[in-house]
């Protein structure tokens, strides 16, 4: 008697568990590569209210310490933006100079927030989920430079997100924490933070300053080993 099915169907199982994985693995590499912040929010750059912030000009150019603007990161847990208050105080008429036409034109913006008594309204680039906090003074006091979260601040002319922010690359920072810390009068100077302490071995870097005794004291800055630490 004819078998009622060809033998070649007895392949079909297999074929269908090599089908069914192989789809599996793809989904799980693709949703590996793709749905993570480093894939999403590295180099998230909003449009900035007027002609924005030129950081590569301010930060770069005229060395402006991070503090000027961000007054309070060593003492509150949040990093603060300036005031037009600040903003003013530099750029109000007449004090960039007589051949200033185009600079004073991009910052009218400023002029006009001031004028009318109102806030000017930048974008967050760096945003933790409301579920998790970073406390900017217990990492600031701990030598953490702001070089290791928001990258070379100081060359861009907009500002882009440079690290994913995520759980996994907190994490990799606590467990290793001295690949990031500097000396804590360092923590802002963003050029000698590039030139002078990334990419120099353990030695060199004790020799520009952070002894073994420093660095020590900058570990017992860390949060303690529980989750309320970070996430509320």
């Not at 303690?224 to 509320?232: I, V």
Request: negative net charge; aromatic residues 10%.
């Amino acid at each position: 008697m004819k078998p009622f099915f060809p033998k070649w169907m007895n392949s079909i199982p297999t074929l269908l568990f090599i089908v069914v994985h192989s789809i599996a693995i793809l989904a799980i590499g693709l949703i590996w590569y793709y749905a993570t912040p480093k894939f999403w929010e590295v180099g998230y750059m909003p449009t900035q209210p007027g002609s924005g912030f030129n950081h590569q000009i301010h930060a770069g150019k005229l060395g402006m310490d991070c503090r000027y603007c961000h007054t309070n990161v060593e003492e509150s847990w949040h990093a603060n933006v300036p005031t037009v208050k600040t903003c003013i105080g530099c750029h109000e008429e007449g004090k960039l100079g007589p051949n200033a036409s185009a600079t004073d034109e991009k910052v009218q913006f400023i002029r006009d927030a001031y004028a009318a008594d109102k806030p000017i309204e930048w974008r967050n680039i760096h945003v933790v989920p409301d579920y998790a906090t970073f406390p900017h003074n217990a990492h600031v006091n701990a030598g953490v430079s702001c070089f290791s979260c928001h990258g070379a601040i100081n060359n861009m002319p907009v500002v882009a997100q440079a690290e994913s922010l995520s759980m996994g690359w907190c994490l990799d920072c606590h467990r290793n924490p001295e690949e990031n810390l500097v000396p804590r009068d360092k923590v802002t100077d963003l050029h000698w933070v590039q030139t002078e302490w990334f990419g120099k071995t353990a030695s060199e870097r004790v020799h520009q300053g952070m002894t073994p005794e420093a660095l020590r004291e900058a570990l017992k800055q860390n949060p303690p080993d529980n989750c309320s630490a970070c996430h509320f």
